[in-house]
């Protein structure tokens, strides 16, 4: 593979970025790991990752971060720090800088450069649609909802070739019993709603290059598997419109 079909991964230090990034250097697939903190990335991704800095709330770090030509960029950002490091109780407006701005700063140094081929972003289940489970979520993440509303209408409009993948719980290994679902109707997040941040990552490298999910969204839960079925993966993400 050339280096023109290089993939990069945003958020790659820690959770669902992690594992997109080391699924990737399994498949022999050039990965490019952007991080504001490159030492940490070094020693958390496999040494065949390429690291280079970039700051997705620093405009100015980011165009030349993306001026490389890319099959597809990965973005997987969240806010970190505050109560047990996943930004629990800090700011609005702190959340909102990295939630939606990071989305924001990125798109448009993508656009600029006009060398990414597909802009590949996780978000939530049912952001559109509130459940329970998510306004508790607004009240210890305050504005994380709305930020996440906005971050892909952002993408949405940008012009850039997207697919947004809209995950359930996320959870660190495999806890339901129920299959693989993906769709694309206006459900809200409930507590049957998870997904292995493993099959997620499986789900993300999937959609790299796949026409199918080119300027879809839709939402992923389920997943009874450690390793998801490859073949039946590929056909339910063919069923998008």
């Given at each position: 593979m050339s280096e023109k079909q290089s993939v990069m991964v945003i958020g790659s230090t820690r959770?669902?970025?992690?594992?997109?990034?080391?699924?990737?250097?399994?498949?022999?697939?050039?990965?490019?790991?952007m991080a504001r903190n490159p030492s940490k990335a070094r020693n958390l991704c496999p040494q065949a990752a390429k690291i280079i800095y970039g700051d997705v709330t620093q405009p100015d770090s980011l165009e030349s971060a993306l001026n490389c030509d890319l099959q597809a960029l990965v973005y997987t950002v969240d806010v970190t720090g505050g109560l047990g490091g996943r930004g629990f109780f800090l700011p609005r407006k702190t959340i909102r800088?990295?939630?939606?701005?990071?989305?924001?700063?990125?798109?448009?140094?993508?656009?600029?450069?006009?060398?990414?081929k597909q802009f590949i972003l996780l978000?939530?289940?049912?952001a559109n649609n509130p459940s329970w489970l998510l306004k508790i979520l607004d009240l210890i993440k305050p504005g994380a909802v709305a930020a996440s509303q906005d971050k892909v209408e952002?993408?949405?409009?940008?012009?850039?070739?997207?697919?947004?993948?809209?995950?359930?719980?996320?959870q660190n290994k495999p806890t339901t019993n129920r299959p693989l679902v993906i769709n694309q109707k206006n459900i809200q997040m409930q507590l049957n709603t998870k997904i292995s941040r493993a099959n997620l990552a499986q789900v993300m490298v999937s959609?790299?290059?796949?026409?199918?999910?080119?300027?879809?969204?839709f939402n992923v839960y389920g997943g009874r598997e450690v390793i998801l079925n490859s073949t039946e993966l590929q056909s339910q993400l063919s069923l998008l419109v």
């Open positions: 959770g669902t970025g992690n594992l997109v990034v080391h699924q990737l250097i399994s498949q022999g697939i050039p990965c490019i790991v800088d990295v939630v939606y701005q990071g989305v924001v700063n990125t798109v448009n140094a993508a656009k600029t450069t006009g060398k990414i978000s939530t289940l049912g952002y993408l949405k409009r940008s012009g850039l070739n997207y697919t947004i993948v809209q995950a359930g719980i996320l959609c790299i290059g796949n026409t199918h999910t080119y300027n879809r969204s």
